[in-house]
């Protein structure tokens, strides 16, 4: 759990990115703010094309070349010794010091995060080179005894093969074994689990979470899967089309969520305690981030739109309950409509 009184482990403000494309500018992310404190799991959920990757990549500056950032935009890190401005590193060497340094991320496809002409081991033991103060030797116990950790048995075995000789799953561990054997302060997931079947996928997360506890870094956890953030994350943030909707303590917004966007997502969820209740997606199709609506982004599929004011006033955002903040005009006293 995070300690409340300390400064957040990595702030996020303002943060908006565009894409140059042939077609002109797309927006991907729009003034989107969040915190993560050490030890806390923040879940971002939100439709495919949301953002969330992006966002993700935002805190490791591995957005494409073609990526803009908004001049307001602000990302910062705090290490306990000092504060890294992460938009503002320009040098290979500094931007190393926060790629696998001080933040790991585990992608959704394994074998993207392997080179296929390395062992496994090899790779891992190179990670350490670059961000330890380890020897060689010591880089390849630890990398072992990480393996070992993540449950791959027969661990000095494994760690001379290649990426392609691991099953599915042990491929995810030992991704996840690289990513926290740098102990990083912070873990970007992006969707970590949707590949595997349902119960590697809860072995997988539980062995996440335990390294993390033990570890006592932050971690950003990408899903669609409101399921899993509801049993992972301390804190969840809503995303949709490149803005954040809602954000708040799980709980609350999952049981109680005050956002309209937020109440689709989980009345779209098939419930296992009642298999005959019709499921009911949010109607409509994401529009595309060319055709950005106005006015909320979430007007052309919301049913509770107020004409004339929804399609042309972003709503503010309001904390409707400490810490639990929602963008929607039925929600702001200012709004006149609470
Ligand atoms: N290099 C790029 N050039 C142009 N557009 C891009 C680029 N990278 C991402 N985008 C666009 O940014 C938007 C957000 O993409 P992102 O990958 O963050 O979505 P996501 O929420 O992670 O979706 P998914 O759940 O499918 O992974 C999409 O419209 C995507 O096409
Ligand atoms: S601001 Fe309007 S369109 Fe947006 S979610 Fe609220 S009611 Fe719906
Ligand atoms: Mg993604």
Redesign the pocket.
Known sequence: MPDANQQPLISVENLS?Q???SEGL?T??DNVSFDIQAGEVLGLV????????????ALMLL?????VYGEHSRITVNTGADTIDVLSLQRPQDRMQIRGGLISMIF?EPMASFAPAMSVGSQMVEQLLLHTTMTKAEAREHSIDMLNRVGISDASKRFKQYAFEFSGGMRQRAMIAMALSTKPRLLIA??PTTALDVTIQAHVIDLMLDLVEEFKMGILF?T?DLGVIAQTADRVAV?YL?NLLETGPVRPVIRTPSHPYTRGLLNALPRLDDLDAPLTPIPGDIP??LERPGGCVFHTRCSQAIAGQCNSVAPAVVEVQPDHRVACVLRDPAGGRV
Request: proline letters at 3%.
């Open positions: 990115i894409f140059r494309t797309v991907a992310v939100g439709e495919s094309g949301s953002g969330k990757s992006v966002t993700a990549k957005n494409a070349e073609n990526a959704q992006d969707e990408i669609h995303m490149g595309s981030p």
